[in-house]
């Protein structure tokens, strides 16, 4: 179970994850400081390392639009929080299956800051109010790649295999 | 069954005789674009032949196109550290459509691509950039990807597990009205579709329209495609790609172009008359808020941008300079210009636009992105009011959280620079 540690609206860009005035940052260890970096209060509370490990942010219809920025993924990723939205932005889901950074699309998420989710196999619980809410899969032909761990694991061995 | 155009170009390069949307397949990479982040797809690059013993190489230099644009010249040590690294790794592996900071072949990575004909229809283009859908404009498949998938590309040559996209039809008839133009109809679409209403999909343009506009126009919308949450936006190929890949590219060779089946299937077809549409503004903070133009005049702005891959062609600063000619930027107001290429740049000089846009005050950068992802040029000042020809509004774009920036066409970009406000330049 984990707490949900940031409710947002529909629409947050990758410019709101990940100003793009850091985008000279590029190494994945050097980018989460930067995380949701305009808020401030939540930006503080990232770095000061004050959220365990599977918090979940909860993101509405289309988390994640705009720039392709890989950097809105790692930032989070090295965070080691989880994403749970709505409907999520189709290169940030691609991203984000390919750097392992956890996202569940869930369409009916009702959820407030402070709530305890568990996230099953198909399902968000959240034990706070009782309700559940239903999964959207992440398509099948992504699943090698989440079962190696993501693309550079999954892109190493595809070339082994081909030597 | 038949084939939309993006269906025909993916089971081509997959090697396939027909596909659908929905299946699954591993399209080869007809062209692999990247910019500055081309810094983190190296890194991912050499992360993948880490302890496999293989040699680092690129599938196919030729294949490879790296664009400096985004923080040009170098904002920061940073960056300008990047752009070293990349320059080493280009020369390293012989990648020849390279454009440095340069005042003769430099520019925007979505107008360098078509201007140097590295695009051809049937195409497959990848690239680290959202708006490398664009390239759909030349009857391409062209979509954004992440740095670490790009490395992947690199590495293989392919784009991998790619779920072929449904189809939405654009069917476009009449004929635009003075003063409202290709920037119009697709902020009219994305504000129909909303910022998620192509989640996944590709926007396919048909009708009079698109036919009879200029591949200059044609660039403009399938840019925006993504403002929709689409993949890729596409004009099949015709007469007019045939005519700017010869005429503006020097292409010689026979080109041959990609048409949809007549009975393709879509998932969706929507239709849009343009003969009575006005300006269309898209307002702070997402890009589908929008509205026409009577809705928001007289609003205050205090910069005025005009340039970027989505309108900073030279037709976008010949209706600019049309409208400034012998008029002044008004006082609190700044008027900031990039040109989209060099090349852009030089035939705007030669042409005189240059000299009545900085005779009316406005102040003309190099070629770059510049002030539209709020890097380094031109950020707005606290609580600041932007109108941008630019693509994007999300808050904090233009480098300050702050501040407003809403989204036109060149014309009203420039008619709005003389006032200071948001103007309407049919009344100007």
């Known amino acids: 179970m984990s707490k949900v540690i940031l409710k947002l609206e529909n629409d947050i860009s990758t410019d709101d994850i990940y100003p793009g005035r850091f985008m000279a940052t590029v190494l994945p260890m050097e980018t989460p400081q930067f995380a949701f970096f305009d808020r401030t209060d939540f930006n503080t509370k990232l770095k000061a390392g004050t959220f365990p490990p599977g918090s979940i942010i909860v993101g509405g219809e289309n988390f994640g639009c705009g720039s392709s920025r890989e950097q809105a993924c790692s930032t989070l990723k090295g965070h080691e929080v989880a994403v749970v939205a709505k409907s999520i932005s189709r290169i940030f889901l691609q991203n984000s299956i390919n750097l392992g950074l956890q996202v569940v699309i869930c369409p009916g998420i009702e959820a407030s800051e402070g709530d305890e989710l568990e996230i099953t196999a198909d399902q968000v619980l959240n034990r706070t109010t009782g309700k559940s809410f239903d999964q959207v899969k992440l398509p099948a032909a992504r699943k090698g790649i989440m079962d190696a761990g993501g693309l550079i694991p999954y892109t190493r061995a595809r070339l082994m295999a081909k030597t | ?428």
Not at chain 2, 30 to 36: G, R
Not at chain 2, 279 to 292: E, M, R
Not at chain 2, 313 to 332: E, S, Y
């Open chain 2, 1 to 428: 069954m038949g084939m939309t155009v993006v269906e025909k170009i993916l089971a081509r390069a997959s090697g396939l005789s027909s596909v659908q949307a929905g299946d699954v397949v591993e399209p080869k990479v007809d062209l692999a674009m990247s910019h500055e982040n081309a810094a983190l797809v190296i890194n991912q690059f050499q992360e993948v032949f880490q302890g496999t013993g293989l040699e680092p190489k690129v599938w196919d230099p030729s294949r490879i196109a790296i664009v400096f644009d985004h923080r040009v010249p170098a904002e920061s040590p940073k960056t300008a550290t990047n752009q070293k690294k990349i320059r080493e790794f280009v020369t390293a592996n012989g990648i020849t459509k390279f454009h440095d900071i340069r005042g003769d072949v430099g520019g925007i990575c979505h107008q360098i691509l078509p201007e140097y004909g590295y695009v051809r229809p049937g195409f497959v283009v990848v690239g680290t950039d959202s708006h490398t859908t664009s390239h759909g404009a030349l009857g391409a498949f062209s979509f954004g990807m992440g740095a670490t998938e790009m490395a992947s590309a690199w590495a293989m040559g392919i784009a991998v597990n790619i779920e072929v996209p449904a189809t939405i039809r654009v069917v476009v008839k009449g004929e635009f009205p003075p003063f409202v133009g290709p920037k119009d109809l697709i902020l009219y679409l994305i504000g129909q579709l909303t910022a998620q209403g192509a989640n996944f999909k590709v926007l396919e343009f048909h009708g009079e329209t698109i036919r009879k506009m200029s591949t200059s126009g044609r660039l403009a919308i399938c840019n925006m495609s993504v403002e929709a949450g689409a993949t890729s936006g596409i004009v099949p190929g015709d007469e007019e790609t045939v005519r700017y890949l010869g005429e503006q590219t020097g292409a010689t060779e026979a080109i041959s172009c990609v048409s949809p089946d007549a009975d393709a299937q879509y998932v969706r077809t929507v239709e849009i008359d343009v003969s009575t549409l006005d300006p269309q503004i898209a307002c702070p903070h997402t890009v589908d808020n929008v509205k026409p133009i009577d809705q928001v005049l007289g609003t205050k702005v205090h910069q005025i941008v005009i340039g970027s891959c989505t309108n900073g062609r030279l037709d976008d600063l010949a209706d600019a300079a049309a409208i400034l000619r012998g008029k002044k930027v008004a006082q609190g107001t700044r008027m900031l210009v990039f040109p989209a290429s060099s090349k852009v740049f030089g035939q705007a000089l030669d042409k005189g636009y240059i000299h009545d846009l900085m005779k009316a005050g406005a102040v003309v950068m190099n070629s770059g992105c510049g002030p539209c992802l709020g890097v380094h040029e031109g950020a707005l000042g606290d609580n600041e009011t932007a109108l941008s020809t630019t693509n994007r509004n999300f808050k904090g774009r233009m480098g300050n959280p702050t501040g407003f920036v809403y989204l036109c066409s060149p014309v009203v970009a420039a008619a709005s620079a003389i006032t200071g406000v948001i103007t309407d330049p049919r009344k100007g």
